[in-house]
């Protein structure tokens, strides 16, 4: 009897302690039913190719649907060669890309595949951010929205990815990463990244104006996907408790270059940088040396070494006026805005043109030039010294001192050879 009223006495109680017990369990199950609490988001970043599209490396969303084991990988770096007019929109500066959803697996796979890096950061998301992004994604995904404006450095696969989270988390990348720099430029980022394949490199860094050469913060500076995953780390958001927390829960490499990949990465240019910024005096020494030789030639006056001069000299007017003709158009013609106001075209004058048959009468020793040379050569040549003089001037911020370094040389040389003599008949 006593052991009855014993038990009806203290089942309150035991049912009380369950529950009590029960309590955290149902509210994880709570919270496991909140919308997006399923879904898991990732920064994927796939290093540089062998393509030389592929060299600034590539980067893209993953969402995994962790009831159901699927994933997907979005993108926005596709663009099609067969699209119609695409080499005129290429040079015109009019490019447009698309965004694109594969499966996970099989995206990871194909980079992997590729010898490339692999990387995953997973962000620290709250479930109605992963829903928001999943939304958006699906949102921009319909071909009424899937293609967008591109330009190298502020609107590409990367800079979309970065905008896009960016945007679910109410702006908490940008005020992150804004205020950060370490000083480096799209010049110094873009040569670099290209520095294996400087024939590839050169000339592009010759094409760019003064607009690749500001301060980047590392919000600009995440147009790299490489850079972007690693200013991502340094991003913080505040959690449900109001305190700030990392954005990037778990970092993990999923593949790691190939050796045709990685033996890129120890080319000469790579480890010996800047790229080509660094290498204005040696670049100066050698050029000089080079114009000396020329110069010897112009002072000669036997015809073999005046031949020599001429071929020379006109070989050098036609390479830089065809490459000014080049600078001008992208200047003035096209859309490739980090090609305009180029100060590379004081140096590369088209009006070298002009004087390739006054050069080539050079090849006769007692050859003098005519009026309208003279003056000619007067133009091409202050311009090529104002190229340097310029440097002094806060408006003339362009980094092109290799390029001063190299072409200058032969400029006075040239112009010293159309100068030397009283004018002849024009």
Not at 152 to 160: D, E, G, I, P, V
């Amino acid at each position: 009897m006593r052991a009855e009223l014993l038990q009806r006495l203290l089942q309150p109680l035991f049912t009380i302690i369950l529950l009590l017990a029960l309590l955290p369990i149902a509210a994880a199950q709570t919270a496991g039913s909140e919308p997006g609490s399923e879904l898991q988001v990732s920064l994927l970043t796939f290093g540089p190719g062998e393509i030389y599209w592929e060299r600034f490396g590539h980067n893209a969303i993953a969402i995994r649907d962790m009831r159901s084991g699927e994933g997907v990988s979005v993108n926005y770096g596709i663009f099609d060669f067969e699209e119609e007019s695409f080499f005129l929109n290429f040079l015109r500066g009019h490019m447009t890309y698309t965004i694109e959803a594969a499966p996970l697996d099989r995206d990871i796979a194909y980079y992997r595949d590729e010898g490339r890096d692999v990387l995953e950061q997973e962000l620290d998301l709250a479930p109605a951010q992963r829903l928001a992004l999943r939304e958006f994604l699906q949102w921009n995904l319909r071909p009424e929205n899937a293609k967008y404006r591109y330009e190298y450095f502020t609107s590409n696969c990367s800079t979309k990815v970065r905008d896009a989270l960016d945007r679910v988390l109410g702006g908490a990348i940008r005020r992150g990463l804004e205020t950060r720099s370490r000083g480096y430029t799209y010049r110094l980022q873009a040569d670099n990244l290209l520095a294996p394949i400087a024939g590839l490199m050169l000339p592009m860094d010759l094409g760019l104006g003064p607009y690749a050469d500001r301060r980047l913060s590392f919000w600009e500076e995440s147009f790299i996907p490489a850079e972007f995953a690693k200013h991502l780390s340094l991003v913080q958001v505040d959690g449900d408790d109001g305190k700030a927390r990392p954005l990037v829960r778990a970092t993990r490499v999923i593949a790691k270059a190939g050796p045709a990949l990685a033996a890129d990465e120890r080319a000469f240019l790579r480890r010996n940088g800047p790229y080509p910024i660094g290498y204005a005096a040696p670049v100066a020494a050698a050029s000089a040396a080079l114009s000396l030789l020329l110069l010897l030639l112009a002072r000669s006056s036997r015809p073999r070494a005046a031949l020599a001069f001429a071929l020379a000299a006109c070989t050098f007017a036609l390479a830089m006026g065809l490459g000014g003709l080049l600078l001008a158009a992208l200047w003035l013609l096209t859309e490739h805005v980090s090609a305009w106001h180029n100060e590379n075209l004081l140096l590369l004058d088209p009006l070298l043109l002009l004087l390739l048959p006054a050069l080539w009468r050079t090849r006769r020793p007692a050859a003098r030039s005519g009026r309208t040379a003279r003056a000619l050569a007067w133009v091409v040549l202050s311009l090529a010294v104002f190229a340097l003089a310029a440097k002094v001037l806060p408006w003339f911020v362009q980094d092109n001192a290799v390029w001063i370094a190299l072409l200058l040389p032969p400029h006075l040389v040239i112009g010293w050879r159309l100068l030397r003599a009283e004018a002849g008949k024009a």
